[in-house]
């Protein structure tokens, strides 16, 4: 039931936050006055909200990853707790803080509950309006499900099919605030992520004009993302098939402006859904470099090292130029590449290497000069793996997925890495992270727990 002080008490700007999220999205635009959605615009328009977070991802998995290096000027700048999930401390928050890593997929799922809790008490005045409404619904579910995706890949430990009954996160299906949830199990947290995407399926549109509303495409994709994570390959394999038969165009990147001074577009072609990882201080800075270990795994004819990176003001290192967003905000949506890439890991795993090698081929024809790109061969499964690997490293690079990839590979000994940070490199200082490190799953803001006790994740 939607009340006002749920309302009131969770999001005092909730009519703003609507306005403002129509700005570039949306062709027509909520009243201010919207205050409690009551009707089915006010409810697409919680939806449409981008401020809200609707669109926002997550940037902790990319500051704990190995895709960027922090300069020593910036490591000077950023906050206690950036410093600390950068080195993998083992106290990461202030005692009675918070972080936006875990409140904003809650926010988002808050919002997804405010439309379905509304839709519930909702009366129909036509045909039309329950169409709509159904739409409206699998279209929240999405949402919710994407939420709570986003906070249990970073706040629990890496999924193990031999124990999926360990701890996940609280799964929250109610918009009303004052309801106290404990964590559920992997097993339980996955169940209702899945149960939210496959109830769309028959009830989205098969794809939107412009990626920033759920659609079967979308569903299909981020249901393969989510059985990767699980290990469940037969299952990614289905659904990356199912995206990829929606549509599977690829850029071709000989056909991109090389004097843009970005190098994608908005909603290119490879587009199925939208979203950023929420900005901060880190991922704008002149002192925040790729990884050059990263950069030696692209041959000269690779277009992506022209595409993906530029030279910085510090001699010898490399800064982000492109992004699927079209600017300077890092894309975490999902796109057709991803996808590919699922699609031949799964395909790997299942023996149908020479299909997992033929979408391999086809995804490097689209990111080498013309006529530079030698085919890969027939491989071992092993052989292919790693392949794998680094074309996920290669062309996946800044879009939140290296975090999770490495959760997974770390339980595989021959994929398995462990990460290193130099703290100063006049005293050879190092941080370490093994692959067996329960630090993979972060820690849960102290002031999450003091409001609603819960076991806290070990370091």
């Not at 906070?151 to 309801?179: A, C, F, H, K, M």
Request: net charge negative; aromatic share 12%; proline share 6%.
């Amino acid at each position: 039931m939607i009340t006002i002080k749920n309302i009131n008490s969770f999001l005092g700007f909730i009519c703003l936050a609507c306005l403002w999220g129509c700005n570039g999205f949306l062709d027509e635009k909520p009243s201010i006055s919207l205050a409690i959605p009551q009707t089915l615009d006010d409810f697409q328009a919680l939806l449409d909200a981008e401020p809200s977070g609707m669109y926002r991802s997550p940037s902790v998995g990319l500051l704990s990853a190995d895709d960027l290096v922090l300069g020593n000027a910036l490591l000077q700048q950023v906050s206690f707790s950036q410093r600390a999930t950068y080195f993998w401390e083992d106290e990461v928050f202030v005692d009675g803080t918070s972080d936006v890593s875990w409140s904003a997929p809650y926010t988002k799922i808050f919002y997804a509950n405010v439309v379905l809790d509304g839709l519930a008490d909702y009366t129909p005045a036509s045909a039309e309006e329950t169409e709509r409404m159904a739409v409206l619904e699998a279209s929240a579910k999405f949402f919710r499900a994407m939420g709570h995706f986003e906070v249990l890949e970073l706040y629990s430990q890496p999924y193990d099919q031999g124990n999926p009954d360990q701890l996940g996160v609280p799964v929250r299906l109610t918009s009303d605030i004052n309801v106290k949830k404990d964590r559920a199990t992997q097993r339980e947290v996955y169940e209702q992520i899945i149960e939210d995407l496959k109830s769309g399926l028959e009830i989205l549109p098969v794809k939107e004009d412009r990626p920033v509303r759920p659609s079967v495409w979308a569903s299909e994709a981020l249901l393969s993302k989510v059985y990767l994570t699980m290990k469940d390959y037969e299952n990614t394999y289905l659904h990356a098939k199912n995206a990829l038969e929606i549509d599977d165009t690829l850029m071709d990147y000989n056909s991109l402006d090389p004097s843009s001074n970005y190098s994608f577009e908005l909603f290119n072609t490879e587009v199925i859904f939208y979203r950023q990882i929420s900005s901060s201080r880190v991922e704008t800075n002149a002192n925040t470099f790729v990884n050059p270990d990263l950069l030696t795994l692209y041959d000269s004819a690779d277009l992506r090292l022209e595409y993906f990176f530029k030279p910085s003001r510090t001699e010898g290192m490399f800064t982000v130029r492109g992004r699927y967003t079209g600017d300077f905000y890092y894309f975490s949506g999902l796109a057709v590449d991803e996808v590919m890439l699922d699609m031949a890991e799964a395909a790997a795993r299942l023996g149908k290497t020479g299909e997992s090698v033929e979408l391999l081929n086809r995804l490097n024809e689209n990111r080498y000069r013309t006529g530079s790109f030698i085919p890969l061969g027939e491989m071992k499964e092993s052989e292919l793996m790693k392949q794998i690997v680094e074309e996920r490293r290669k062309e996946l690079f800044c879009r939140g997925v290296r975090w999770s990839d490495l959760r997974r590979y770390n339980s595989y000994p021959d994929l398995a890495v462990t990460l290193s940070r130099e703290y100063n490199p006049e005293r050879e200082e190092i941080a370490m992270l093994p692959p067996d490190s329960p630090k993979y799953a972060l820690p849960i803001p102290p002031l999450e727990i003091q409001y609603n006790p819960m076991v806290q994740n070990p370091r």
